[in-house]
C-alpha cells in the first residue's frame, strides 16, 4: 500500500545527513536476503557486504553497507 511512494527513501536521506552531522561516515544494516528491500537500499547506495547464512531464526540475511 506504501510503497513507491517515496517515503522511505526521504527517511533514509533525513537519517543519512543526521547521522552526517554528528560525525558518522558510515552505516550499516542488516535486511534478509529475500526481502525487496535488498534492491531498494542497493538503489540508495548500499552495498552487500556480508552474507549471514545462518543468522537470526536460521534464516539468511545480509550486511549492507554505505559510506557518507
Do not use: C
Amino acid at each position: 500500500k506504501y510503497r513507491g511512494q517515496g517515503k522511505g527513501k526521504l527517511l533514509m536521506q533525513f537519517t543519512e545527513k543526521n547521522i552526517k552531522k554528528l560525525g558518522g561516515h558510515k552505516i550499516y544494516l542488516h535486511t534478509r536476503e529475500e526481502w525487496d528491500a535488498v534492491g531498494f537500499y542497493k538503489s540508495l547506495g548500499y552495498a552487500v557486504t556480508a552474507k549471514l547464512p545462518n543468522h537470526f531464526l536460521n534464516l539468511k540475511w545480509l550486511v549492507m553497507t554505505k559510506y557518507l
